[in-house]
């Protein structure tokens, strides 16, 4: 039991990044299984761990709702069962997607500006 909630069951997609939903096999179990009417709860413990995609969180919304399932997040404070907690979990993911994209610009102007200095990082010599 995870506070009144009856666990049915544990999805985890270790090493792999909530940057998109796909590629997730666990995931797309758990998804399954919503559809399929065995759970009516998803249960996590921070939303960046669902995802940090704008677009697959609304996706995914879409589909808690069709299929009358809500999504908690423990440590976020986030209940998809009403209108404000779904509205809270759209800031969450804008905030998530945010730190994904300022931290590629930072890796791309990082790399550029090695490049520019005359040194060829050690993953970027294999490609070229």
Do not use: W
Not at 27 to 33: A, C, K, P, S, T
Not at 83 to 97: E, I, K, P, Y
């Amino acid at each position: 039991m995870y506070k009144d909630y009856k666990i049915y069951k544990v999805y985890k997609d270790a090493g792999i990044s909530a940057k998109n939903m796909s590629g997730r096999p666990a995931f797309q179990q758990m998804l399954e299984d919503m559809r399929a009417g065995k759970i009516n709860y998803i249960v996590a413990y921070k939303l960046d761990r669902v995802t940090r995609s704008v677009r697959d969180l609304e996706v995914l919304i879409s589909e808690l709702e069709e299929y009358h399932c809500y999504l908690v997040c423990d440590r976020d404070d986030v209940n998809t069962s009403s209108a404000n907690g779904r509205f809270f979990v759209r800031m969450l993911t804008v905030l998530s997607q945010l730190e994904i994209e300022i931290v590629s610009e930072r890796t791309k102007f990082g790399l550029t500006g090695a490049i520019k200095s005359g040194h060829i990082p050690r993953n970027l010599s294999t490609r070229i």
